[in-house]
T-cell receptor, first 112, second 114 residues
Framework: KQEVTQIPAALSVPEGENLVLNCSFT??????LQWFRQDPGKGLTSLLL?????REQTSGRLNASLDKSSGRSTLYIAASQPGDSATYLC???????????FGAGTRLTVKP | DVKVTQSSRYLVKRTGEKVFLECVQD?????MFWYRQDPGLGLRLIYF???????EKGDIPEGYSVSREKKERFSLILESASTNQTSMYLC?????????????FGDGTRLSIL
């Protein structure tokens, strides 16, 4: 079964810093990998989706990379802002729909 | 923008009650999903559906059932609620069996079973 690990579990940085969140997964039989943001008590907001054939995907200050063969993805946030404070989750989408897995998330705090 | 609406943000029920959680999406998506989210366990897939009247079990279907009579609506049913079903429930939808289409989530229903 797919295992998804996100490191670090929590991260606190000063405003303006660039940062990297890591996601690793054990089963590379995936169609894509999606990064989400979750604010406290809310649902998930889709940030980026990287197809298995892609290496990178960018949206504004966010850049996600995917190395399917090594089972790794990173989310890079440039020039972090206090509004970026949230929990970030990754989810590889498997060939087998029944095996959807999410990482436990990285809780990010950006201090003004 | 895709809108996924869950009928209740907060719900309190008693053990043994039959509980219905409703989810509606407005983008004609084929796929719909129900997850629960618990501290330390993350999100886990309960059931999903890729078409009307179709359903498939996810990781933790025990104690739950689902209904999809119309494309836009996916209901999660707790047949006889128990305290270990106290959780945050999240509904999601996506297009075209989810292949390279993002999942869109509702705001969640925080369910407490007393």
């Amino acid at each position: 079964k797919q295992e998804v690990t996100q490191i670090p579990a929590a991260l606190s940085v000063p405003e303006g810093e660039n940062l990297v969140l890591n996601c690793s997964f054990t089963d590379s039989a995936i169609y894509n990998l999606q990064w989400f943001r979750q604010d406290p008590g809310k649902g998930l907001t889709s940030l980026l989706l990287i197809q298995s054939s892609q290496r990178e995907q960018t949206s504004g200050r966010l850049n996600a990379s995917l190395d399917k063969s090594s089972g790794r993805s990173t989310l890079y946030i440039a020039a972090s802002q206090p509004g970026d404070s949230a929990t970030y989750l990754c989810a590889p989408f498997p060939y087998n729909n029944n095996d959807m897995r999410f990482g436990a998330g990285t809780r990010l705090t950006v201090k003004p | 923008d895709v809108k996924v609406t869950q009928s209740s943000r907060y719900l309190v029920k008693r053990t043994g009650e039959k509980v219905f959680l409703e989810c509606v999406q407005d983008m004609d998506h084929e796929n719909m999903f129900w997850y629960r989210q618990d501290p330390g366990l993350g999100l886990r897939l309960i059931y999903f559906s890729y078409d009307v009247k179709m359903k498939e079990k996810g990781d933790i279907p025990e104690g739950y059932s689902v209904s999809r009579e119309k494309k836009e609506r996916f209901s999660l049913i707790l047949e006889s609620a128990s305290t270990n079903q106290t959780s945050m429930y999240l509904c999601a939808s996506s297009q075209d069996r989810g292949i390279n289409q993002p999942q869109h989530f509702g705001d969640g229903t925080r369910l407490s079973i007393l």
